[in-house]
């Protein structure tokens, strides 16, 4: 049972750095705080489920959300640089869209995926040990994707788009568009998002229209757990602690269920470490100033 | 090489704060000039460098880079024919990306970026000579951070950023002002080095009266949105420090007022 629960944890752990590589591209590469992210995970999760019940092969449904996912970061940078939005606004009113839109695909809340081919009964097809499938699934696509940023954001739209997080006034009066650059990184991250969002829903059997409910938290908690845990040098660095802090995140929360706490506290547990985390460097200065004014 | 034609500039315009920055302003730059530009506050020497960036747009007038109108381009357009540097020296380089990205940016300068390296093997050993050639000991710092240098390494980084593609306007926008004095006068030092081996048709805004008739070939003294003084090369040799504060009181019949003003080193 125990091993049970740790493995699933890890296979969790995977299945949503996926999504949380796409949170860290916003969050720290472009200093964009997207919560699209709460309405373009389900999105995936919705794509991924209707496409298959209705008989789409397993593969084409699981890369589809990148394509929509990507549309829907397109939409919030337009809202943002076009229209002039806030960001953090742009984001919310694209995920509140895509509520509507989400149940418009799924015709329901709610999509069972019980004895339908998936992604997932297609690897199991191939004759593996019973835990193992999901695990190497995920495993192979959190791996391909941090490859892949490790990659781009090396490339010459790569570093404008780092730039345009870092010093956007710099990177435009060097030749960038700031505003495509923006643009370009919402698309990607919230490909990433649907991906995962498509993928969670096969692995857990269902998709449902308020499984993206907090998806932002989770995964800033992934990206902040990362950084804390295994240190945020480099880009490579990064997007490895990344998919490493996905990991731990997930065990924290077998942990707390396994205490005790209901599967409904885990929102709750999930926001005091987020607030946890991105307060303690604060509340370190601030005691060490205390401490100094006492001292001196 | 650039032509700056009756440019008048208002701010709020038609509103009650309406205020008059420039004022039918009227330059000409040939290439390979050096122009120094300093005037009291509120002159326009800020509005002035902006317009012809791009930050800003005009009310009347135009401006000519080669004969071209650059004001239907937008600033990141511009980018291609000017660079620009700016007092404080965390505008001019991302601090969270190394060195070696910092300049690599700077090399695609108004290109188009694609999905190729952002970072060349032949770049890195250019960046490396050019370093050097600073003395600050930055060639052996490629893959450091840029927010961990000091304020002088990152202008010198910056000017070096601004001119490795050799742009055909290069703006300074009083670049040294925020620099302690011996790590201004070197950022001063490389940059007369670094704009006559280019020959770079440049554009320099000054509080220091005594590096405006130093530098270059060219001085324009603004006030109140108009250019009240245009000396060019054996003129501008000539002028002193004292003969700049007679020209301004002859001119304007007030006491030249700016409170950061340097009348010498």
Same mark, same amino acid.
């Given at each position: ?31 964009? !705080? ?77 999509? !069972? ?15 593996? !040990? ?102 945020? $040098? ?28 209901? !599967? ?31 001292? $001196? | ?54 930050? %800003? ?117 009083? %670049? ?30 000054? %509080? ?14 603004? %006030? ?42």
């Amino acid at each position: 049972m125990k091993v049970g629960f740790l493995i699933a944890s890890v296979e969790q752990g995977f299945v949503y750095a996926v999504m949380a590589l796409g949170v860290y591209l916003t969050f720290r590469i472009l200093d964009f !705080p997207d919560l699209t992210v709460d309405g373009s995970f389900p999105l995936g999760a919705a794509i991924a489920a209707k496409m298959i019940v209705n008989g789409s092969s397993p593969l084409i449904s699981t890369f589809m959300p990148l394509i929509f996912g990507a549309l829907a970061g397109i939409i919030t940078g337009l809202l943002h640089t076009k229209g002039k939005i806030t960001g953090l606004l742009a984001g919310i009113l694209t995920m509140i869209a895509l509520y509507s839109i989400n149940l418009r695909i799924m015709d329901k809340p709610n999509i !069972p995926l019980l004895r339908e081919e998936t992604i997932i009964t297609m690897v199991s097809g191939l004759g593996l !040990p019973k835990w193992l499938p999901s695990l190497a699934l995920f495993v192979v696509f959190a791996l391909i994707i941090k490859l892949f940023l490790d990659w781009f954001l090396f490339t010459e739209i790569g570093l404008a788009i780092r730039a345009t997080g870092d010093n956007p006034h710099m990177i435009r009066s060097l030749g960038a568009n700031t505003d495509n650059m923006k643009i370009l990184g919402l698309a990607i991250s919230n490909a990433l998002v649907a991906f995962s969002g498509g993928l969670v829903a096969q692995y857990q059997g269902f998709a449902d229209v308020g499984m993206g409910i907090g998806m932002i938290i989770a995964g800033l908690a992934a990206v902040i757990i990362g950084e804390v845990v295994f240190g945020a $040098g480099g880009i490579k660095r990064a997007t490895i602690a990344v998919v490493g802090g996905s990991i731990l995140y997930r065990l924290a929360i077998a942990a707390a269920l396994l205490s005790g706490l209901r !599967p409904s506290d885990l929102k709750l547990i999930t926001a005091l470490l987020v607030v946890f985390a991105l307060s303690t460097p604060r509340v370190k200065a601030l005691l060490s100033q205390n401490k100094t004014a006492v001292d $001196g | 090489m650039l032509k700056i034609q009756d440019v008048t500039k208002y701010f709020n315009l038609n509103t009650v704060d309406q205020k008059l920055a420039l004022s039918q302003v009227s330059i000409d730059l040939n290439e390979g000039d050096f122009m120094t530009v300093i005037g009291s506050n509120g002159a326009g020497k800020s509005t002035l460098l902006n317009i012809i960036a791009g930050v %800003h747009s005009v009310d009347q007038g135009a401006v000519l880079l080669d004969g071209k109108n650059i004001l239907v381009l937008p600033e990141y357009r511009r980018a291609l024919y000017i660079s620009r540097i700016f007092q404080d020296p965390m505008k001019g380089t991302a601090p969270n990306m190394t060195v070696e990205e910092n300049l690599s940016m700077a090399m695609a300068r108004g290109k188009k970026r694609g999905l190729r390296k952002g970072i060349s093997r032949g770049n890195r050993e250019m960046f490396k000579e050019s370093l050097a050639q600073l003395e600050l000991g930055l060639e052996d710092r490629l893959n450091d951070k840029v927010g961990l240098l000091s304020g002088g390494q990152r202008q010198a980084i910056t000017l070096l950023m601004s001119t490795i593609t050799s742009p055909k306007l290069l703006l300074l926008d009083e %670049h040294t002002a925020a620099l302690d004095p011996k790590t201004g006068s070197k950022i001063v030092e490389l940059t007369e080095k670094i704009v006559s081996d280019n020959n770079l048709t440049t554009m320099m805004v000054t %509080h220091n009266m005594e590096q405006a008739l130093s530098l270059g070939n060219r001085l324009i003294m603004l %006030h109140g949105g108009k250019v009240i003084l245009d000396l060019k090369d054996d003129q501008k040799k000539r002028m002193t420090v004292d003969g700049l504060l007679y020209e301004f009181e002859r001119s304007r019949g007030e006491k030249f007022v700016d409170d950061r003003v340097i009348l010498a080193n």
